[in-house]
């Protein structure tokens, strides 16, 4: 397939837009490693319906109830039935009735009505009912969770004065109490031999005639049967693996999977951790916490990804020369390191999603996430680049750009050289700007406390802003043009100024680190240049005839000095834990919106009509075969429609347990 010829953007539903990515490299890879690949993918597949039931009691009845409605046509033509496949395609969107993202429970457009008479049409043997229920029961309790709003309203509810496990809906406590939770998990804490496992990550909190018991996930127990196909996979994938660590990796996690103990899961995360030489990597299992409100149960999750060797290079040039960029920064001598390693970033390409990891997906991953394994062993980054690629290929064309630059001669400028000098500030960021620079002796590390997120991730940024300009990248072969960091410069001051206000509702303020990083970096830079004008804000007729805000910026090369002055003030802060300057800087220019301006941005980007959320319609692998039934390739293609490949995996990766 050619490079324009590809389709990134998919189909469009209510907040969602899917898009596709591709598997940049791939065919280039041994059969061998592709074979590791496929059977990687298929445990990654496998995890789905775990994630589903970890998501919500009700959520796997409920899909399976919807897509025997749809399978069976009934009312089709009608609007409820239309309705109902719209609800179908957010459920399989969430692994649930509750949104990604917000956390609350969809609302049904189709009528009760509709829904009762239709499950009746379907009978019993398409539905999935528990044992000894009856028609009538299975009916009422989906009825109920689907359209009584106060039942299970919010997958995870953190508000202040409630029980935030009764009023989560996700499931995995039952029938507990917040307080029961946290006795449970206190004492289990104390009596440990071992005080430093991940208690709770791997099961279910329920209560049996009035004792607390953990119904642990693996083989043999909880989610056990979909558990023993995950490992049917990885055993199978063994015998393909690159080299021992990955085989002895693949071991240790099958042997957590059956065990399902803790201690197990930690040995499995520190070989994880050790292995690098594999260009094939992956993550399968109980991982991320956001989903439960106290943050101790992992939900399900899988990716399978491989190295991309092209930008791993430009990662490893800007790695060797870190001692070149600390020596030659703004930053004041007394705070910079003698001795600097850059790190090299792996920049992979995924090959699979899966369980919380699709269709909705992270763009970075960085694990594992216990701080003892963090500190001892080490951790592994990786950014994405095939899905960031994807994302950006899809947000061409949709207006964005030209809504919001000010001018032609600009959006050219970002539009030859805006991907690339995007990635290369993600490098100099990740691979330089964390590691750069030292604390004097003395200074606490969390001095900065809760502003100290902040302040880290606006010196990293500073850091790849200041050198994006600097001819040595060029010199290193990295960017072509003298030119090509305005683009940066100019969507870094556009984005912070204002169009990041896209993802704030109205009235609310900035809170998340790297949100407010950029603000205060961005609203920094122009009241420090107003004097001499360097960034202005100016009021000019749009293509619509009505007046709008745009940025200008007068003078690169005084934005640079003003970027240059910001890392060293910043990096000064940071050494000598001047927690008064760093709480200043926050809230004078991080976090506060002006509300005038918000509305702008926020009624402009409605008019664009761009869909708040996008997620990922997975490839499909096919072993090619010869005349001997002898494996020769793995296909991979790219055309399966996102209701076709979603009723495919319920049918072919689904146990119903
Ligand atoms: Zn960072």
Redesign the pocket.
Known sequence: MSNNSFEYSSERFDDIQLLRYRLDGFESLSLKQKLYIYCLAEATLWGRDITFDQFGKYNLRIRRALEAIVEAKIEQGSDDFSALVLYLNKVWFANGIHHHYAMDKFVPTFSQAFFERALRTVGTEKLCLSEGETLDEHIKILSKTIFDPSFLAKRVNKAEGVDIICESANNYYEDVSQAEVEQYYKEKKETAADKRLSFGLNSTLVKRDGELKEEVWHVGGRYGRTIEHIVYWLEKAISYAENEAQKEIIRLLITYYTTGSLADFDKYSIAWVKEHAGQVDFINGFIEVYGDALGLKGSWEGIVHYKNLEATQRTQIISKNAQWFEDHSPVAPQFKKAVVKGVTANVVCAAMLGGDEYPSTAIGINLPNADWIRAEHGSKSVTISNLTHAYAMAAKGNGFLKEFVIDAETLAQIEAYGDKTDDLHTDL??CL??GSGKLLEGTDPDALKNYGNTIE?AR?DLFGLYYMADAKLQELGLLQSAEAYKAQYYTYIMNGLMTQLVRIRLEKQIEESHMQNRALIARWAYDRGKAASVIALVKQKGDDGTEKTFVKINDYEALRQIFAYQLAEIQRIKSEGDFASARNLVEQYGIKVDGTLHKEVLSRYETLNIAPYKGFINPRFTLVRDANNEITDVEVDYTEAYAAQMKRYSTEYSTQE
């Open positions: 960021h990740e700007g964390h991730e990293a």
